[in-house]
């Protein structure tokens, strides 16, 4: 194929991404309720949301549509990126991304499942619970529970990518487990660190629930980089 002729075909995985993107985002907005009440499961009874602009609730709608909607078109669009790719890359090569991508894309949603089931709801709890003052009272706003939700399954995703990336640094020798065995203590408290900055609920259970799964998947990254080839 040409340059001109690999543009095209481009073009067409383009197009192709952003029309399935589009539609599912059209099912998402139809389906308001369905998903609305997924979105907002995590805070509970206790916890009441207050809407603050003219346009809130449909940009709110919006937006949320649109995520869910590139949310349930990612494996379509990394199959088609890496169909689009393929044929310039190796049978070794092509083997390597599609477990790159597919390993990839199954931790970041493992990440974002873990932050919606336990990570966000203590989150939420207590910061909507804490006051500097008792004449202060929190009213919290759509807008600022859907970042908080985004943020926080965004972070979780990337976190949740450790063993992929390890194995990816140990298969082009950049990475070896006995430096990650060496690095075991600073790498406990950096991951102690990073959990307490994403989830400042300030008590040690909520620390324990987010440390501990990290800190397995570091170990889970150590055995694969031990069991990598390079």
């Given amino acids: 194929m040409t340059f001109w ?4 075909e481009l073009r067409g995985v383009i ?3 952003v029309a399935v993107t589009l539609v599912l985002m059209v099912v998402a907005f139809v389906f308001r309720d369905e998903v609305f009440w997924l979105v907002l499961h995590p805070k509970g009874e206790d916890v009441h949301l207050i809407n603050t602009a003219v346009a809130g609730q449909f940009v709110t709608h919006m937006a949320v549509s649109f995520y869910v909607g590139l949310l349930g078109a990612m494996p379509y669009i990394l199959y088609q990126l890496f169909h689009f790719v393929a044929p310039g890359l190796y049978q070794q090569e092509r083997q390597l991304a599609f477990w790159l991508v597919t390993s990839g894309y199954l931790m970041f949603i493992l990440g974002v499942l873990f932050s919606y089931a336990i990570i966000f709801p203590f989150t939420l709890d207590f910061l909507c619970n ?3 003052s008792s004449e202060v ?6 807008e600022s529970y859907i970042d908080t939700l985004l943020m926080l399954s965004l972070l979780l995703g990337v976190l949740f990518e450790l063993p992929v990336v390890s194995w990816l640094l140990g298969r082009f020798g950049l990475l070896s487990a006995d430096v990650m ?6 790498a406990i408290v950096a991951i102690v660190i990073v959990t ?12 324990m629930l987010v440390s501990l799964p990290v800190y397995l998947l570091y170990e889970v990254s150590i ?5 990598t080839k390079h």
Avoid: K, M, W
Avoid at 137 to 142: E, K, Y
Avoid at 196 to 207: E, H, N, V, W
């Fill in 5 to 8: 002729e690999h543009l095209d």
């Fill in 15 to 17: 197009v192709r991404c």
């Fill in 130 to 132: 804490y006051q500097v």
């Fill in 137 to 142: 009272h929190n009213l919290i706003s759509l």
């Fill in 181 to 186: 065995r060496r690095l075991r203590r600073p």
């Fill in 196 to 207: 307490a900055i994403i989830t400042p609920t300030g008590d040690a259970f909520t620390l």
């Fill in 223 to 227: 055995l694969i980089v031990r069991n």
